[in-house]
């Protein structure tokens, strides 16, 4: 992992295209990392017209919901009489939008991480993305980034590419912050280059737990059992329930959807499903379900009853909650608004889904007047005095009055 990254800060470019002959099996020059304007009106003839349309569906869903999380610019209120107090509120210089590509390429996550960047104000928003193996940005990353207002898109994946956005190289800039889901290496370069670049908050493998009552259909929550546990062999997925009858029934019915999947989803959510890192849970009662769910933090919680809104109140921890039988994670994932790049592995105790708040700065900001100045002064007198600083003591003395001709 440090070769790799060393190797980025000193070479550049040339290492980035190294690494994807290496890694990606890509044909990469060092200069073509960067989609040209052709490879985007390639990807705008190519790209079939109902993906075109869904991912035009998600970014007006994605806009919505993230231009309502927009703070005000400023505040300023009066904390006490002639002193007033508040934030300013600024978007970050530029961000790096890693997307992930595996077996396939994610649109989704361009839209995700690019189009609240966007809307936050950040200037510099650039996509960088493992090449395919015939050494190009897949054509629907393009266009997502197009519809996102993205037009610099890199062929940089991989702990490589978390070094280029981290240090720069002579094609990609280097950046502030870099967001988005990724494979372990991702993860672990980001981990080790957190001192150069915001890494922003964790996002690791798919996570979900279903929590059923006894007022669903077994079969329902087997069904969606399976939309995350078809990520990866290290993803997660738990059915909880305190019915013997819906895990019964769930059980029941994991072969036949598994019918209905490709071979490789099958091998993925067979082995997260074997009891590796996900399967059914029946627990005592709802308290126990529920304390499990807590516990575990996951990425997603879908709460499938007839009344889902009874148990909204009792889940504290996860990083987001479907409620009722028609709000499958897989809306969620793609064409609700809410972000789907969401904390992991138990962060979700402390973290939250990515947002324009990643994207966002605050400036504590404030203004006393000459009339609000001596019932401060007096009592910060007092706390500077005791915890000994001199030079904030005679700041706020008689000595500013006479410097100040009062």
């Known amino acids: 992992m440090r070769p790799i990254i060393e190797a980025v800060k000193i070479e550049g470019d040339e290492a ?10 890509a044909n990469v020059d060092a200069s073509a990392i960067a989609a040209t304007p052709d490879d985007f009106a390639r990807a705008e003839k190519t790209l079939a017209g109902d993906v075109r349309e869904a991912m035009e569906f998600a970014a007006h869903s994605i806009r919505e919901f993230h231009q309502d999380q927009m703070p005000e610019e400023m505040w300023l209120h009066e904390i006490r009489p002639g002193a007033f107090a508040g934030e300013r509120t600024r978007p970050i210089a530029s961000v790096a939008c890693y997307i992930p590509r595996g077996k396939g390429s994610f649109p989704s996550a361009v839209l995700m991480t690019a189009i609240p960047a966007r809307i936050a104000g950040v200037k510099d928003v650039i996509v960088i993305t493992p090449p395919g193996p015939d050494g190009n940005i897949d054509d629907a990353t393009l266009v997502a980034a197009k519809l996102a207002g993205v037009s610099r898109v890199y062929k940089a994946g991989g702990a490589q590419g978390i ?91 994991l072969p036949g959807y598994w019918k209905e999947m490709g071979e490789l989803r099958v091998d993925y959510s067979s082995t997260v499903l074997s009891g590796k890192a996900g399967g059914i849970v029946l627990a005592r009662n709802a308290d126990d379900a529920l304390a499990f769910v807590n516990e575990y933090a996951p990425e997603h919680v879908e709460v499938l009853s007839k009344d889902p809104f009874s148990y909204l109140g009792r889940i504290e921890n996860a990083g987001e909650i479907l409620l009722g039988e ?26 939250s889904p990515l947002s324009v708040f990643d994207f966002l700065k605050r400036t504590s900001v404030a203004y006393v007047t000459e009339q609000g100045y001596p019932e ?15 030079g904030h003591a005679n700041a706020v003395s008689s000595l500013r009055g006479k410097l100040l001709k009062r």
């Open 16 to 25: 980035l295209a190294r690494f994807a002959r290496d890694f990606d099996k």
């Open 163 to 253: 070094a280029a956005v981290a240090y720069g190289t002579k094609t990609i800039p280097r950046c502030a912050k870099v967001v988005g889901p990724g494979s372990p290496w991702v993860a672990a370069a980001k981990r080790l280059l957190s001192h150069v670049i915001d890494v922003g908050s964790p996002a690791g493998p798919s996570e979900v737990i279903i929590f059923a009552d006894e007022t669903v259909d077994g079969r329902l929550a087997a069904l969606d059992l399976l939309i995350e546990s078809e990520h990866g062999p290290d993803s997660s997925a738990y059915l909880i329930t305190w019915s013997r009858k819906v895990a019964e029934d769930a059980a029941a019915a």
């Open 326 to 351: 028609w709000s499958p994670t897989t809306l969620g994932n793609f064409v609700l608004g809410p972000n789907h790049v969401l904390p992991t592995s138990g962060w979700a105790k402390t973290s």
């Open 376 to 390: 401060l002064a007096r009592h910060a007198k007092v706390f500077a005095k005791y915890e000994g600083f001199d």
